[in-house]
């Protein structure tokens, strides 16, 4: 190291240094440190944006498409904030050529979006429609046509209404008619797609689904049922990855996009590490754990008792059905701590005082984006992971510039991005990252009042604005670096 560069480091002028002349000989020998800050991503990673069939298509009533519990559950008085359904959303339905023209502007490289169960079996079972299959093929060409890779995800929570009123996920069925219809989408796109997800956050639909009632269908079920219908969940996963699997052409890839509980140390010292560890498996048993090792932990079945799911070993070795990648979407950490209790360790629920983005759930921690992709590759050996979401919500404002300002958001994603660049830098074989999301779009419950995009969207006249966070992304994107 150059004396200049010395003093650059220790942050002062070399011939000011007050350095005994030993001390100062070991700093000049030391090895020198990259002169460049640049957080640079091994060649191809592949840089996306994601989305979701509900979210951002409209047109409900177009192309012969079914009714899903969220057409029900939003047009029911008092469950979405304002009353917002996602009858138009971003009209992606009609507007996707333009949209694609945005990702292509922004050099994105690939594409997650959702398919729309009820465009390609509006009953959810019998005789599928050709305007789905077509709408989807169009899209995807489009996509092809501009140099972006589809990753496609066969169930974004927008369950058929028909299936609901047979009990939806409770009814052991719906996992053989998910499996179906999972099995014959896939066929009908495998020549132009190669990476196919199963479900979306099993546990958000699970939990908020029909243990709060704060999703659709809106129930409460209690903790002996939602055991049982998540066991059907994820029993619902394994079948569909062998329907996939049967139906698609050799070479496919075969997925999930898991929400993990993204287990974080409190402080990265070898005791909680060690407790993280533990945590990761247990905090995740009735989802990713069962779903890689075919079993649930001791610790979920004693801590369920008498509500424990029944299964036969048979459905167990469906549920592990061997995957070829894992996607995870993580936007928070579970801080988690060592402790003497039986189980190792403790998760710690933060102050009050912790920030957070403007979704009051989404508790800001870039470290989970290090650890989450870290231990699934450790855990279970996994080689092919993406990030398949990551985003953060805002209060965006135009600005009298017409500009969008979202400092907070690129604030967010400079320091998720260099935790992810850490852990890749370190081996971890993550290959690509989505973030949510190219469009602001129908946030669910909380319906057009959060704004995920990085392209805001004025929901009166569909105009498209890309806010700062999309230019800082088109540049992380050509650079392939965070900085
Ligand atoms: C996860 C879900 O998959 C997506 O639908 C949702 O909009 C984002 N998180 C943000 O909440």
Request: charged share 20%; proline share 6%; net charge neutral.
């Amino acid at each position: 190291m150059s004396r200049r560069n010395l003093a650059r480091v220790l942050g002062g002028s070399a011939a000011s240094l007050c350095l005994p002349h030993t001390a100062s000989a070991t700093l000049l020998n030391a090895p020198a440190p990259d002169p460049s800050p640049a957080r640079t991503f091994p060649q191809g990673f592949l840089w996306g944006s994601a989305t979701a069939s509900y979210q951002v298509e409209g047109a409900i009533h177009e192309g012969g498409r079914g009714t899903s519990i969220w057409d029900t559950f939003s047009h029911t008085p008092g469950k979405t904030f304002n009353g917002d359904t996602g009858d138009v959303a971003d009209d992606f339905y009609h507007l996707y050529p333009k949209d694609i023209e945005l990702m292509k502007s922004l050099g994105v490289k690939t594409f997650r979006f959702s398919v729309a169960w009820t465009r390609i079996f509006p009953n959810g079972t019998g005789a599928p429609n050709q305007q789905g299959v077509d709408f989807y093929r169009r899209m995807i060409e489009a996509l092809l046509a501009k140099g972006i890779q589809p990753f496609c995800t066969l169930y974004h929570w927008d369950l058929p209404q028909t299936l609901q009123d047979k009990g939806g996920w409770e009814n052991r069925d719906t996992a053989k008619a998910f499996a179906d219809y999972a099995g014959y989408t896939a066929g009908k796109l495998s020549d132009l797609v190669s990476h196919f997800m199963t479900m979306n956050e099993m546990s958000t639909f699970v939990e908020l689904g029909y243990g709060t009632g704060t999703h659709a269908p809106g129930l409460k079920v209690g903790q002996k049922r939602l055991a049982q219908l998540n066991h059907y969940v994820v029993l619902g996963h394994g079948m569909s990855v062998q329907a996939i699997r049967a139906q698609t052409r050799p070479g496919t890839k075969i997925g999930i996009a898991d929400n993990i509980t993204a287990t974080t140390p409190v402080i990265e010292s070898p005791e909680h590490i060690a407790a993280t560890r533990k945590a990761f498996r247990e905090e995740n048993a009735m989802f990713l754990t069962v779903v890689e090792e075919g079993r649930y932990t001791d610790q979920y079945l004693k801590r369920l008792g008498p509500d424990a799911p029944k299964f036969t070993a048979e459905e167990m070795k469906t549920i592990a059905s061997p995957m070829d990648f894992v996607g995870v979407n993580i936007y928070t950490p579970t801080y988690v701590r060592a402790d003497n209790s039986e189980k190792g360790y403790a998760v710690v629920t933060p102050p009050k005082s912790y920030p957070h983005m403007y979704s009051s759930w989404l508790n800001i921690g870039p470290e989970a984006l290090y650890w989450g992709p870290k231990l699934i590759h450790e855990t279970w050996n996994v080689k092919e992971l993406y990030i398949t979401e990551n985003g953060a919500s805002s209060k965006d404002e135009v600005a009298p510039d017409g500009e969008i300002y979202d400092t907070d958001r690129v604030m967010y994603l400079r320091n998720y991005l260099t935790q992810l660049h850490r852990g890749v830098s370190e081996g971890i074989p993550v290959k690509g990252y989505f973030l949510w999301s190219l469009l602001d779009n129908y946030e669910w419950a909380d319906g057009y009042e959060k704004r995920f995009g990085i392209t805001y969207v004025d929901f009166k006249t569909q105009k498209r604005t890309p806010k700062l966070s999309a230019k800082f992304y088109k540049d992380v994107i050509a650079k392939n670096e965070v900085l």
